[in-house]
Each structure stands twice: as C-alpha cells, then as structure tokens.
C-alpha cells in the first residue's frame, strides 16, 4: 500500500497543476504516514523539476507449502514507474498485455512496474535515472531502511546501468523479506523485444506475479504456464497465433536429442546450476517450450479440458495441498512418476496428433 498510492498521487500531480497537487501530496502524506513519506516529499520536488518522470495507475496464497510470504489478491492495481522521455509506446503494450492478464487471473499484488529504457539519450541526464532508483530502493527497503544506500548504489543503479548498456529484459522481482512481499516487474529496453511479443512478454511476467499468490510449483511448471498463457491469452486478444506458437514451441523441444534430458529434470532450476551446469543449455527448450506442452496436456488430461480451470481449480488445488497433489487430483494421475511418464509418451506422437490435442482444450 504504502508507496502505490502515494506514487499514482505524483502522477496526478504533474498532470493536475501545482497547487492541487500540493492538496493531494499532504492528503496522501496523512494518509500513508508510515514510510516513503520524507522521501516522496523530496521526489516530488525532483519530479517536478526535472518533468521526466511519472508514476501512473491503471484500472484495480509456500514453496511447497513450507512457510512461503504470498502476494493476495488486492484491490489496488499495480503502480508503475517509467522514464517518461521513454517512447511512451512501449508502456502501453506493456500495460495492456498486463491489464489483460490482470482481467483473466485477478488482481495480486503490491506489484510495481518498472519500465526503464533508452532508445537514444533518455538516460544521458543523471537526475532521470536517479529518480527511479530513489522510487524503487525506497519502495523495496521501506521496512529495511538501513539497506536503503546499499540499494541505492548496488541494485537499484545497476538497473540503470544495464539500461544504459542496451540490455533488454524482463522479470519478476520478489521482495520478500517485508510484509506484506511485494512483487516487481521490471522491463528494461522493452523496446529490444520484437512485436507483437512485448505483448505475451506482459502476459508471461504478470503470469508469475499471479503464480506468486500460491505456493510455488517446479521450474518447468512455473515457466510453462507462463508460457502457456502468453500464447493463450494473446490469441485470445489477437496479438499472436496460439497453434503457430506451441508449434514453435514443439520445434524447439524436438531440437534438443531425446536421451539428453527431459521435464523432471527441470523441477529446480537452482539445483541445476549446483549440481549439473551441462543442463542450463536447455533452459528454454525444456522449461519453457517442453513445460508449455506439459501444462497443455495436464489441462487435456482434466475433467473438463478448460483452460479458466486450470487457473482456478488447480492452483487453487496447489494452494490447499501442493503442486504434486494438484497434479494428482486436477488430471488424475496417481503420481508424479506416472504424469512424467504418460507425458514422455504422449512426446512420442505425431505431430499431427499433439496438435490435434490442443484443438480439444476449451476455454
Ligand atoms: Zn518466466
């Protein structure tokens, strides 16, 4: 709560006029009393100096179960916080692709969004990039203040250093060590992204702020429905092909020689780096394309082949009960070992067949 509506009021602000949005700083400052308080006070003065930043507001439950902080499902929409000399384009594809999926698996959050990029010399002026780093340390360390000048030098510059070096990305960042976690997106150069994927970009990282709502799930599985959704609700909103992209998926899942490695060895991508690094190679291939075909046949393989299910029922089932039980009860299999198996099997199909699987799955 804290930082977000005070920041949607910076926004306001600059797009008001001085005098009003003075009204709405001290009303926002007595409203939210606890923490960014000092602090906003001194960006908003900076915002306003320099014009180039702004805050803007759109439209509104364990790794396994063990003592995991989760994200709810919260009214507030998610704040976001960009350099607005930035190509303002490349925010509203980010924050429709993001609405979207905010529409189709609720509202969780706190989530910020940052959007940092530099297509010529947006960053060049050192006061634009030091506003963001303000806004995200002092979000982030709101609770953690003695860390606040270690972020501001370490990783909150380092986003706009990386920006400055042309790095395109996007992820989810959590923030759990206050209370309540706070989720953020962060983007930089999203201009970097080929259209029209910065859409399903969108579509993927909120996917991970909503998973983070439950308990957490295996690598493949958290990068597959991610994966799986980006395709399915950006051809429900006609940015890309659904068919075409699980084909493409499929292509490069079979790129990779069958004995190699399969789906169970992705369930935790930070062992992989402990203990065998010759696996990272296959990263993408089998997370993401092998894990958006696995969480496609879970969803063929349940009662009713609905894809609205498989974000209700089942994560509801993740939260109640853990991943492995939601697997077992959600496509009735029962165990893990036999779901790993029948979905090895259903690899060694046709082509044709596989797709003929996909047509069967209902919204
Ligand atoms: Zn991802």
């Not at 509104?60 to 989760?70: A, D, F, T, V």
């Not at 690094?277 to 496609?296: F, M, N, Q, S, T």
Request: proline share 3%; glycine share 6%; hydrophobic share 35%.
């Amino acid at each position: 709560m804290f930082c977000e509506s005070l920041k949607s009021r910076l926004g306001l602000l600059r797009h008001v006029n001085l005098f009003l949005g003075l009204t709405s700083l001290i009303f926002v400052h007595l409203k939210s009393m606890m923490i960014c308080n000092y602090f906003l006070i001194a960006l908003t003065v900076l915002l306003m100096s320099t014009g180039t930043l702004k805050a803007d507001d759109t439209g509104i439950k364990s790794r396994e179960i063990k003592n995991e902080k989760l994200l709810s499902r919260i009214k507030q929409p998610p704040s976001y916080v960009r350099n607005t000399n930035y190509d303002k384009k490349w925010f509203n594809v980010l924050r429709t692709g993001i609405d979207k999926t905010r529409e189709y698996l609720g509202n969780y959050g706190p989530l910020h969004v940052y959007i940092i990029g530099q297509e010529s010399k947006e960053l060049e002026d050192k006061e634009v990039g030091e506003a963001i780093i303000k806004i995200f340390c002092h979000c982030r360390h709101a609770q953690t203040q003695h860390r606040i000048a270690d972020c501001l030098k370490g990783t909150g510059a380092s986003l706009i250093k990386r920006a400055r070096n042309n790095s395109t990305e996007a992820y989810l960042s959590y923030v759990d060590f206050i209370d309540p976690p706070l989720a953020e997106l962060i983007f930089i150069n999203p201009h970097g992204f080929d259209m029209p994927y910065l859409y399903t970009r969108g579509i993927h990282e909120y996917t991970h702020v909503f998973q983070r709502g439950f308990p957490s799930t295996p690598t493949w599985m958290t990068e597959g429905s991610a994966e799986f959704l980006a395709f399915y609700l950006g051809a429900k909103n006609e940015w890309i092909n659904f068919e075409q992209s699980m084909k493409e998926s499929m292509r490069m899942l079979q790129s990779v020689e069958n004995d190699e490695v399969s789906l169970v060895d992705f369930e935790d991508i930070e062992k992989i780096e402990r203990e065998r690094p010759e696996l990272k190679k296959y990263y993408r291939h089998i997370a993401y394309d092998a894990g958006a075909w696995a969480v496609a046949f879970l969803i063929h393989h349940s009662e009713n082949r609905s894809v609205k299910s498989f974000t209700k029922i089942f994560y509801q089932t993740i939260g109640r009960a853990g991943w492995k039980e939601a697997v077992k009860r959600y496509a009735k299999f029962d165990n893990i070992a036999e779901f790993y198996v029948s979905f090895e099997k259903f690899l060694e199909e046709s082509n044709e067949k596989k797709m003929q699987m996909l047509n069967k799955l209902k919204p």
